[in-house]
């Protein structure tokens, strides 16, 4: 097939549903492993459900990896779910279409109902992740056995009660190789051969070739929970060079390659894929698959993976030049993360100095160090306004009328600023310290409940230690709160201490009741906070330092926690959805935003707050201390195609990114999308269909948003160039 026409054929069945298959091998593994070691035990059980593998090869697929095997009782991870699970929705449709399986199925779910009240079962959180899948890249499945065997052997002495933990790795190792081969057996029956031998190949070996690579890597990263697949030109550049130098492929193979690989990251939902950065020396990292993930970017057009592009002094021109085209094609990424910053940002919560070069991205943009780490990087998403409507209603939520926060005083009883201000602080470091320790006794009631033996083959120093990802086999045990709307947040505080406590305009109590009121009969009121009262984002030395000191007092705040391991805890700032999640169960708030409405989309001045142009939103966000937080801190920008259509456009962009990040600014998410252009494509949506824009941590085709999201994308700011 021509790489063209495959492409455009994968692409168009890209989320096509696949029969599922039934059958249990996980159960009646485990019900046939009962009197072994758990961690053996689970191990087996595991092994079976990997080489009861169903494959499914789409037309045109060179790289494959499709499982259609759904059971009821499943032992193996996807991105947000863990641990040993039984799927009540597959449950009740088996009831419905296998009436002859009834007895079966009910003795499955009475063993299990049974198993997770017996043992207290607790379902892992979330665990976002960029593994070193270089580790079986390198190696091979062969190697990774030499290498757990190693270690076993090193700590047999010190460690005897390692033992069965490096027994149940190396059999999940065998399940790995078992899962590969089945994917081989059903490409060898299509015809596939090629296809076929690679995937024999790399079921034992190492790859030898960029084509393995790319397959073998493709797999680990989907047995390991399709999450995020982290430095993939640092760990997969390597192949490339050595086929390019042998002859043995070309760069418009390789290209092929990368597309097809960027398509099944898409059919997966691929979170925090990471290119170029530099290197511990300083120099720059760039290769030829960041060219290549670059190009993929832009022809493909697609959601996934949510790539960041590493920028720093040394960063090849060139390189950046194409990032700032495929940004300006409309492609909504790759996002702009900024290594000068983020590197010290690392150091600075105890990351060593050469494991902070080496960070990758996760989730929707959170930095994480490469290989190393454990914790969820989205732990927690608190709604920043929260706390300031609790202490202006004596910790009631005006919401639901409930009593949420501490009784901190009536509205009436705050005479002078400081007074209410220190109620304000008192609901908000209690919500956040309520939540981190919530977190924390979660994390640690699962220690030794469950284990996750792929996560911790690809996570450095857990094989060294005999210890698993979830009980601190991991160099780093990190906590994260994205504290969305804190714009919205400290904008609003700002103008209660100049409307109220400065100017006497009105009484803090009669404030209250006109934003519960949803400022119903005082139009004229909002409007003067909203546009007299001074907003971060526009250079305003007032609302700057405002933000600044309430940023940071929060930010020492998080990080007077420790993890459950004694990491530290940070803060970040996104947006994402929550910015519209959490705006529907948020009251009017005092900076003149309306009941319901959206908080602040990111870590920079809220929609259209920031009246004074690029210049001056830029020059507030660099006021903030950007090196101190775990990150990222995003700013989005928003600009026209026009603005960024012609050289000098682009000549422009490239010098508002280099200005923002020499100046200290962690990060940048950039849609291309002008105000009208937006509503053009909410009349004629299917005029527009690839229209993209950046929501906050992911991009979306802004006519496939609801439309309260398309009015928020609207609402935000246009940055003109």
């Given at each position: 097939?021509d790489p063209?026409q495959?492409?455009?054929?994968?692409?168009a069945s890209?989320?096509?549903?696949?029969?599922?298959v039934?059958?249990e091998?996980?159960?009646?593994a485990?019900?046939a492993a009962?009197?072994?070691?758990?961690?053996?035990?689970?191990?087996?059980?595991?092994t079976?459900?990997?080489?009861?593998a169903?494959p499914v090869?789409k037309p045109?697929?060179v790289i494959i990896?499709n499982?259609?095997?759904r059971p009821?009782v499943?032992?193996?991870s996807?991105?947000?779910?863990y641990?040993?699970?039984?799927d009540?929705?597959?449950l009740?449709?088996?009831r419905?279409?296998?009436p002859?399986?009834?007895?079966r199925?009910?003795?499955?779910?009475a063993y299990?109902t049974?198993?997770?009240a017996e043992?207290?079962?607790?379902?892992?959180m979330?665990?976002?992740?960029?593994?070193a899948?270089?580790f079986f890249v390198?190696?091979?499945?062969d190697?990774m056995?030499?290498?757990v065997?190693?270690?076993?052997?090193?700590?047999a002495?010190?460690r005897?009660?390692s033992?069965?933990?490096y027994?149940a790795?190396l059999i999940v190792l065998d399940?790995v190789s078992e899962f590969?081969?089945?994917?081989?057996e059903v490409a060898?029956a299509?015809?596939l051969?090629?296809v076929?031998?690679v995937?024999e190949?790399i079921?034992?070996a190492?790859?030898?070739t960029?084509y393995?690579a790319?397959q073998?890597?493709y797999f680990i990263?989907w047995l390991?929970g399709h999450?995020s697949?982290?430095q993939?030109d640092?760990?997969?550049?390597?192949?490339?060079d050595?086929d390019?130098s042998?002859?043995?492929?070309t760069?418009?193979?390789a290209?092929?390659l990368i597309?097809?690989l960027f398509?099944k990251?898409e059919?997966k939902?691929?979170?925090?894929a990471?290119i170029?950065?530099?290197?511990a020396?300083g120099s720059?990292?760039?290769?030829e698959?960041?060219?290549?993930?670059?190009d993929?970017i832009?022809?493909l057009?697609i959601?996934s993976?949510r790539t960041?592009?590493r920028?720093?002094?040394?960063?090849?021109?060139?390189?950046f030049a194409?990032?700032?085209e495929v940004?300006?094609s409309?492609?909504?990424?790759?996002?702009?993360v900024?290594?000068?910053?983020?590197v010290?940002s690392?150091i600075e919560?105890g990351?060593?100095?050469?494991h902070a070069v080496e960070?990758s991205f996760?989730?929707c943009?959170?930095?994480?160090?490469?290989g190393?780490?454990?914790?969820?990087?989205?732990?927690?998403?608190?709604?920043s306004?929260k706390p300031?409507?609790?202490?202006?209603?004596d910790?009631?939520?005006p919401?639901?009328g409930?009593?949420?926060?501490a009784?901190?005083g009536a509205a009436?009883?705050f005479a002078a600023?400081?007074?209410?201000?220190?109620?304000?602080r008192?609901?908000m470091?209690?919500?956040?310290?309520?939540?981190?320790d919530?977190?924390?006794?979660y994390?640690?009631?699962?220690v030794?409940?469950w284990?996750?033996?792929?996560?911790?083959?690809?996570?450095?120093?857990?094989v060294?230690?005999?210890?698993?990802w979830?009980?601190?086999?991991?160099d780093y045990?990190?906590g994260m709160v994205?504290?969305?709307?804190?714009?919205?947040l400290?904008?609003?505080?700002?103008a209660i201490?100049r409307?109220v406590?400065?100017e006497?305009?009105?009484?803090?109590?009669?404030l209250?009741?006109?934003l519960?009121?949803d400022?119903?009969?005082?139009e004229?009121l909002?409007?003067?906070?909203?546009?007299?009262?001074?907003?971060?984002?526009?250079?305003?030395?007032e609302a700057?330092?405002?933000?600044v000191?309430?940023?940071?007092r929060i930010n020492?705040h998080?990080r007077?926690?420790?993890?459950v391991?004694?990491?530290?805890w940070?803060?970040d700032?996104?947006?994402?959805?929550?910015?519209?999640?959490f705006?529907?169960?948020?009251?009017?708030?005092p900076?003149?935003r309306?009941?319901?409405?959206?908080?602040?989309?990111c870590?920079?001045?809220?929609?259209?707050r920031?009246?004074?142009g690029?210049s001056?939103?830029?020059?507030?966000m660099m006021k903030?201390?950007q090196?101190k937080?775990?990150?990222?801190?995003?700013l989005?920008?928003?600009?026209?195609t026009?603005?960024v259509?012609?050289?000098?456009?682009?000549?422009k962009?490239?010098a508002v990114?280099?200005?923002?990040?020499?100046g200290?600014?962690?990060?940048?998410?950039?849609?291309?999308?002008?105000?009208?252009?937006?509503?053009a494509a909410?009349?004629?949506p299917e005029?527009h269909r690839?229209l993209m824009?950046?929501?906050?941590?992911f991009s979306?085709y802004?006519?496939?948003?609801e439309?309260?999201?398309q009015?928020?994308m609207i609402?935000?700011?246009?940055?003109g160039?």
């Amino acid at each position: 097939m021509d790489p063209t026409q495959r492409i455009e054929t994968l692409k168009a069945s890209l989320f096509e549903s696949i029969a599922p298959v039934w059958d249990e091998p996980f159960h009646e593994a485990w019900m046939a492993a009962e009197g072994e070691d758990p961690l053996v035990r689970l191990a087996m059980a595991q092994t079976a459900e990997l080489a009861a593998a169903r494959p499914v090869i789409k037309p045109g697929e060179v790289i494959i990896g499709n499982n259609a095997l759904r059971p009821v009782v499943s032992g193996l991870s996807t991105t947000f779910s863990y641990g040993i699970r039984l799927d009540g929705e597959r449950l009740a449709q088996l009831r419905e279409e296998r009436p002859e399986a009834k007895a079966r199925l009910d003795e499955i779910e009475a063993y299990w109902t049974g198993w997770f009240a017996e043992t207290d079962y607790r379902q892992p959180m979330q665990m976002h992740a960029a593994l070193a899948y270089e580790f079986f890249v390198d190696r091979g499945i062969d190697g990774m056995r030499e290498y757990v065997r190693h270690w076993r052997e090193v700590n047999a002495a010190e460690r005897p009660e390692s033992d069965a933990y490096y027994q149940a790795l190396l059999i999940v190792l065998d399940g790995v190789s078992e899962f590969i081969l089945r994917h081989a057996e059903v490409a060898r029956a299509a015809g596939l051969d090629e296809v076929a031998e690679v995937c024999e190949n790399i079921s034992h070996a190492a790859p030898a070739t960029f084509y393995e690579a790319v397959q073998l890597s493709y797999f680990i990263f989907w047995l390991c929970g399709h999450d995020s697949p982290g430095q993939i030109d640092r760990y997969l550049g390597p192949a490339l060079d050595r086929d390019l130098s042998a002859g043995t492929t070309t760069l418009a193979r390789a290209q092929e390659l990368i597309d097809l690989l960027f398509l099944k990251y898409e059919e997966k939902i691929g979170y925090g894929a990471t290119i170029a950065g530099m290197n511990a020396d300083g120099s720059d990292a760039s290769n030829e698959v960041t060219r290549l993930s670059l190009d993929a970017i832009e022809r493909l057009r697609i959601l996934s993976p949510r790539t960041a592009f590493r920028w720093h002094k040394n960063v090849d021109p060139a390189v950046f030049a194409r990032a700032c085209e495929v940004i300006a094609s409309g492609a909504s990424y790759p996002a702009l993360v900024n290594d000068e910053v983020m590197v010290p940002s690392l150091i600075e919560r105890g990351v060593a100095p050469e494991h902070a070069v080496e960070y990758s991205f996760v989730g929707c943009g959170q930095t994480y160090p490469h290989g190393r780490g454990h914790g969820s990087y989205e732990d927690l998403v608190l709604n920043s306004a929260k706390p300031l409507e609790w202490a202006l209603n004596d910790g009631v939520d005006p919401m639901t009328g409930e009593q949420v926060g501490a009784r901190t005083g009536a509205a009436e009883g705050f005479a002078a600023w400081e007074d209410f201000e220190a109620a304000y602080r008192r609901q908000m470091d209690e919500y956040i310290t309520r939540h981190v320790d919530g977190v924390n006794a979660y994390r640690g009631a699962n220690v030794g409940r469950w284990t996750d033996f792929l996560r911790s083959m690809v996570t450095y120093s857990c094989v060294e230690r005999g210890l698993d990802w979830h009980a601190g086999g991991a160099d780093y045990s990190e906590g994260m709160v994205d504290m969305v709307g804190l714009t919205t947040l400290t904008d609003s505080m700002l103008a209660i201490r100049r409307a109220v406590f400065e100017e006497g305009r009105l009484t803090l109590a009669e404030l209250r009741d006109v934003l519960n009121a949803d400022w119903d009969g005082a139009e004229a009121l909002r409007k003067y906070l909203l546009l007299r009262v001074p907003k971060f984002g526009n250079d305003d030395t007032e609302a700057d330092e405002f933000m600044v000191a309430e940023f940071t007092r929060i930010n020492e705040h998080i990080r007077s926690h420790k993890t459950v391991f004694g990491g530290p805890w940070g803060l970040d700032v996104i947006g994402w959805s929550g910015s519209m999640e959490f705006g529907r169960n948020t009251g009017a708030t005092p900076d003149g935003r309306r009941r319901y409405e959206c908080l602040a989309d990111c870590a920079g001045p809220a929609q259209g707050r920031n009246v004074r142009g690029l210049s001056a939103t830029l020059a507030s966000m660099m006021k903030l201390p950007q090196d101190k937080v775990h990150g990222p801190l995003a700013l989005s920008l928003r600009f026209t195609t026009k603005d960024v259509s012609t050289p000098e456009g682009l000549d422009k962009l490239r010098a508002v990114i280099e200005a923002y990040f020499l100046g200290g600014g962690q990060q940048l998410q950039i849609s291309i999308a002008g105000t009208e252009e937006m509503k053009a494509a909410r009349l004629e949506p299917e005029l527009h269909r690839d229209l993209m824009v950046r929501v906050g941590g992911f991009s979306a085709y802004f006519t496939q948003l609801e439309p309260c999201f398309q009015d928020d994308m609207i609402a935000r700011s246009e940055a003109g160039l």
